[in-house]
């Protein structure tokens, strides 16, 4: 469909200085108007004059997106919100807007918004981190070796005691010490795994994953080509939490008999691939849990990208693209 130059042009010197993106198609998929920003901010490649008349789908390439324009131009023209896009290096919203012959898109940049907020978030996660690290400080250094004492007064006053009912007892009492000692430990490595400190994310969820296989629960597979100590804290402390709440949500809920988790570098890019074969879940009903919340915040967090792929008896498949050169 041809449109009406002049009044293109027009419009066109009326949205010229508009900080938002502006584009609106027809009901057949044509480019009516288009401003500036708009390409600037979808990075369209054309010009304002050489995008005009050209079909709206050559153009635009972001999977949400696309889909929202499809819905449009095959089903009904509804209004439709998109918020927090992360394309290239931008961060967008975007909205659709009826209009009488077709539709209006509305494109914001929030890129320094998010990035601001993502540094505050990166920030209270590490606050939170130190705070574990302390707390395991804490525990492997006060109360472990207080236990430790404890256990070994009580075989003291054993050996001297002659009465054998009193003997069992206080072995029933040491035997428990020992129990709880080791739920401390447990604890303890929990809060802050020794070999992530010492060692780096790759190992520490290398020794995580063996864990679990080890219990004879769950057989987990874990490949990565990363080299240790390559990435920085924040990405390494952030990459074991998210892979350590994917297992334990799978332990919890899915009923798996075996995991894959990927640690990959690719060029500029941490992917993280995580499946098990379990009862799956409806990915429309499952994202407001504590554990799938913690995982989102911690990817936003450093800029990436998250998507959970299940239908019901199908397993959960669940891929992570983070950047490393922010």
Known sequence: MKTN??????LNALTTNIDSGILSFDIEGYITLVNSKAIE???LDGTVNSIIDTEILDHIKIPGIT???????????????????????????????????????????????????????????LGQETERRRLAKEIHDGVGPNMSS???????VK??????????????????????AQDIRQISHDLMPSSLIDFGVVTALSNFANKITAAGDIEIEYQSNIEDKTLSQEHELNIYRIVQELVNNAIKYSQCNSMQI?????????????????QGMDTSKSQNGIGLNNISTRVESLQGNLEIESQMGGGVTVHIEIPINN
């Open 41 to 43: 901010y979808l990075q």
């Open 150 to 156: 404890l256990k070994l007064q009580l075989d003291a």
């Open 5 to 10: 130059t002049e009044a293109i042009q027009f």
């Open 159 to 180: 050996r001297n005691l002659k009465d054998d009912e009193i003997k069992k007892a206080i072995e029933r009492i040491t035997d428990s010490i020992s129990e709880i």
């Open 67 to 125: 889909k929202s324009i499809k819905n449009c131009l095959r089903k009904s023209r509804k209004p439709f919100h998109k918020s927090d896009i992360h394309y290239q290096d931008r961060y967008l919203i975007i909205d659709g807007k009826k209009l009488l012959g077709g539709m209006l898109l509305s494109i914001t940049d929030v890129t320094d918004n998010v990035l601001t907020k993502d540094k505050a978030t990166q920030s209270l996660l």
């Open 262 to 278: 990927n640690l990959m570098q690719e060029g500029e890019l941490i992917k993280v691939f995580v499946q098990d074969d379990g």
